[in-house]
């Protein structure tokens, strides 16, 4: 899956990334599920490790357009994973007593703890996005946050969590047809609203903020993934793959019990 990491500095130019990609699994779609299914008992086992070992952290960010397909996401690649050590950290509008500080300071408090996987569904990077595309802080002040992040990040990495960015990666037909379908179902209406379509008129704007945060902010140790993601068995399958590998790099183990048990009998 190396293939959809953005190596750090290089130029992301979106529009050569193709959202229907399947490149990585040479495998049909019903294949692509029971890889995905495989992935995600063992990433249950090696959550209930990492949870054991309290030796390490796992930082999961994860950005799209509207209908990119987040909560699929969370819900489908956590699926089964203990929820003692695993929490999902929403950002959304600020309030006023954030908008009152810095832009991290709502976000630093969600990082995870040892031993706790943390998903930052959308993130600080809202504030080089959304804030940007809306213009609701001047560009002097923006553009200065790109470094910010990879400086916070690089703290966090220095401190010991692992971190792995995904940005689910659609086509604007796609997004299109799943509006429509939030429309049409009115089970799904919950999840839409009006400013959604607003939302759309900014597709390009939307592109070009994200092609400038992946590019600048995609580090060896806080990297992005461009994940194919209008294909939802497949984004599932990247995004498992990914994480996967990077907790296996952990080198995670049971801690040592205090004294040596085994053998003893219970009566
Ligand atoms: P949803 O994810 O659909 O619940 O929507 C959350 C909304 O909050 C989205 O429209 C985001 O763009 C918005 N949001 C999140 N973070 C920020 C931010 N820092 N500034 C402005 N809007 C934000
Ligand atoms: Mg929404």
Redesign the pocket.
């Known amino acids: 899956m190396d293939r959809y990491r953005v190596a750090e500095g290089t130029r992301v130019n979106l529009a050569a990334w193709d959202p229907s990609d399947r490149s990585g699994f040479a495998g049909t779609k019903e294949e692509g599920e029971k890889a995905a299914t495989q992935l995600n008992k063992r990433l249950e086992e090696l959550q209930e490790m990492l949870w054991a070992d309290r030796r390490h952290r796992l930082l999961v960010v994860l950005q799209a357009v509207?209908t990119g397909g987040k909560d699929g996401t969370i819900r489908k690649v956590l699926e089964g994973v203990n929820p003692v050590g695993v929490r999902v950290a929403s950002?959304?509008?600020?309030t006023p007593p954030e908008l009152a500080h810095d832009?991290l300071w709502r976000v630093h408090p969600h990082v995870p703890g040892n031993g706790e996987i943390v998903v930052f569904n959308?993130s600080h990077y809202?504030?080089v996005l959304?804030?940007r595309v809306h213009e609701?802080v001047p560009q002097s002040r923006w553009e200065k946050r790109y470094r910010h992040m990879v400086e916070f990040e690089k703290l966090l990495a220095d401190e010991g969590t692992t971190i792995v960015k995904f940005f689910l990666h659609i086509s604007k037909e796609e997004q299109r047809l799943r509006l429509q379908a939030r429309i049409d179902d009115p089970t799904k209406h919950w999840k839409f609203s009006m400013g959604d379509l607003d939302e759309r008129k900014h597709w390009d704007d939307y592109q070009r903020a994200y092609e400038d945060a992946l590019s600048e902010t995609s580090t060896a140790f806080a990297p992005w993934f461009i994940v194919p993601a209008d294909r939802k068995w497949y984004r599932d399958l990247v995004v498992a793959t990914v994480l996967v590998e990077a907790m296996e790099k952990m080198d995670l183990r049971y801690p040592r019990p205090e004294q040596d048990v085994s053998g003893v009998v219970v009566e």
Do not use: N
Request: aromatic letters at 16%.
């Open positions: 509207d950002f959304k509008r600020p832009y959308r809202e504030d959304v804030v609701l």
